[in-house]
């Protein structure tokens, strides 16, 4: 004879059930939807390791230097129940008074506009090679392109100092084919400084060239053939407006950094090339005038954001015209 145990059955109350799925769906909407997520991250990188040190930067330059730690004055301070707030702007008033400074803006927005240019002339014929290439060799080039970041930028620019110095390598190899007679000065010069830049900031040019032209439609240039345009013809009126996109990210990669570039000068410059980078370290750890040295800083921030912002904004125009 078998005997049956009866199973006990939970029953819920009529609102239970409503009640969790409303939790749930209430607590769903305090998640961000995976748009916001996507976007919110890049934002808060920026927000804590790029607005927030420059807010600090900005904060230092209106500041006035002392003796101590930290070497500059507070903006805020509370004296005998009175708030005293206090913005110094001595430094900005002297940086467009002294020639010094003046002379440095110039010469590194000088020297970041030919390493550009000479980084585009170089870079769109390589770019422009690598892009018709069979696809399995664009691969082999591409990495070619990509190699020296392998190493140390600090290591390959002071490998230049080898192949630059009078008794250096290339001087060596132009003596022995009989170009020159006497060593060549490049070593400590501006030259030697142009010819690091070029040498360091030239993938940066490249592969956003490569990315552009890649993706360009061979059979515009083959309509242009078919309709009698010559080569420079087809290059000028049809591949070159195409890769513009490419041109800019590639001209802003190369020049936003060179501009502001403190080894390659410290490294290969001589004492007189004038860079803010060597002006903002000269100012910061052998001067000890952060307030100063801030200021500078915030002046070269301003001088590349303002153009960009001016450059973005008449694009945005130009694109909303052609809709």
Known sequence: MKTTTPSSTTVLAPGAHASSTSIGAWFRRLLPSGRTTVIGVPFIWLTLFFALPFVLVLKISFADLRLGIPPYTELLTVKDGVVHFALQLGHYLFLLQDDLYVATYISSLKMAGVSTICCLLIGYPIAYYIARAEPATRN????????????????????????????????????????????????????????????????????????????????????????????????????????????????????????????????????????????????????????????????????????????????????????
């Open 140 to 323: 082999i080039l591409m990495m070619g392109v990509m190699l020296p970041f392998w190493t140390s930028f600090l290591i390959r620019v002071y490998a230049w100092i080898g192949i630059l110095k009078d008794d250096g390598l290339l001087n060596h190899t132009l003596m022995a084919l009989g170009v020159i007679h006497s060593p060549f000065r490049l070593y400590h010069t501006d030259i030697g400084v142009y010819i690091g830049m070029v040498y360091s900031y030239l993938p940066f040019m490249v592969m956003p060239l490569y990315a552009h032209l890649v993706k360009m439609d061979l059979t515009l240039l083959e309509a242009a053939y078919d309709l009698g345009a010559k080569p420079w013809t087809a290059f000028t009126r049809i591949t070159l407006p195409l890769s513009k996109n490419g041109i800019i990210a590639g001209s802003l990669l190369v020049f936003i950094p060179a501009v502001g570039e403190y080894v390659i000068p410290e490294l290969l410059g001589g004492a007189d090339t004038l860079m803010i980078g060597r002006v903002m370290w000269d100012e910061f750890f052998n001067n000890m005038d952060w307030p100063m040295a801030s200021a500078v800083t915030v002046a070269m921030v301003l001088l590349l954001l303002v153009p960009m912002a001016v450059f973005q904004y008449y694009q945005v125009k130009e694109l909303e015209g052609a809709k």
